[in-house]
């Protein structure tokens, strides 16, 4: 049965949700633990709970997911592993600000390849979505000021989120392939590979299992919300939506962020508020259906 629009939306919305923890609970594990430690365990955490929800819920054809194990395979190389590493690895250089600023990147650059090689439609109205969605969080990160983007000082951390952008955005173009897989069984089969692979790497890292109860805490939530979650809606929603204007809504990542922080009780100023009043009137443009807009 095929999702309707609304609720591959809300997916989506949720996603970037979920991911905005991502960042917070992340930089935060990142001083504790290393990198493969942390998207390990996560993972591990995840694949626990994927395989029998799939199996309960979806009833797949597992002869029928294994045989698109190639594919599978790619997918959990550039989505779990290259993305995840490389994004606490920039996190332990770079700061927050410049992480996000070259994330902010990312949605452009998969609405410009997935018009280029899935050949998604994009007319004037969600081109102008991206740009405006793109200068709300510019307006977030800068505070207002604008030329501040001139100014910040690049180190090895920024060329790392350059390959994470690089990472999901494969990710996102190579997912529509396997659109007609259940999604969460799919997902269980991309997570066991990345674990295989994994696994190796963690044995060999001097994991120390008496970290703190901040520390456990955070990785219950990485493996429940920004793992299960957002990779299961995601997966789930990319085929409704179309991986170009699916792409949009990580931009919604840094709204979040500033939204998580106000809950943790950190100031958020009026142009904060208003930078994210118009990322999510670039998202509404940028998903709005072709058909609908002429």
């Known amino acids: 049965m095929k999702m309707k629009r609304s609720v591959a939306v809300l997916l989506l919305v949720l996603a970037s949700l979920f991911w905005a923890g991502n960042y917070v609970c992340g930089k935060y594990v990142i001083n504790s633990l290393k990198p493969i430690q942390i998207n390990f365990l996560r993972w591990l955490l995840a694949g626990i709970i994927l395989l029998p929800l799939s199996q309960i819920l979806e009833k797949p054809s597992w002869k029928k997911v294994w045989k698109e194990w190639p594919i599978l395979l790619v997918l959990s190389i550039f989505g779990i592993i290259a993305y995840n590493l490389l994004l606490y690895r920039a996190l332990s250089f770079t700061s927050s600000i410049n992480a996000a600023l070259i994330n902010s990147v990312n949605p452009a650059l998969i609405a410009v390849f997935a018009s280029l090689i899935l050949k998604e439609g994009m007319n004037k109205i969600n081109i102008l979505g991206i740009f405006i969605s793109l200068l709300g969080v510019l307006l977030v990160l800068t505070y207002g000021n604008l030329l501040k983007i001139f100014s910040i000082s690049y180190n090895k951390g920024d060329f790392y989120m350059i390959l994470v952008i690089i990472s999901w955005t494969i990710y996102t173009l190579l997912a529509k392939k396997i659109s007609y897989l259940p999604p969460i069984a799919s997902t269980s089969v991309i997570v066991l590979f990345s674990l295989i692979i994994m696994l190796p790497f963690f044995i060999n890292s001097n994991f120390n299992w008496s970290f703190k109860a901040p520390t456990f805490y ?53 142009i904060q508020i208003i930078g994210g009043a118009i990322v999510i009137l670039g998202v509404y443009l940028t998903s709005k259906k072709t058909s609908q807009l002429n």
Do not use: D, M
Not at 247 to 265: A, P
């Open 218 to 270: 955070s990785i219950i939530y990485l493996g429940l919300f920004p793992s299960v979650g957002s990779l299961v809606f995601w997966n789930s929603a990319v085929p409704a939506v179309g991986a170009g204007k699916s792409g949009i809504f990580l931009n919604l990542i840094t709204v979040f962020t500033v939204i998580i922080s106000v809950v943790l009780g950190n100031r958020v100023t009026a």
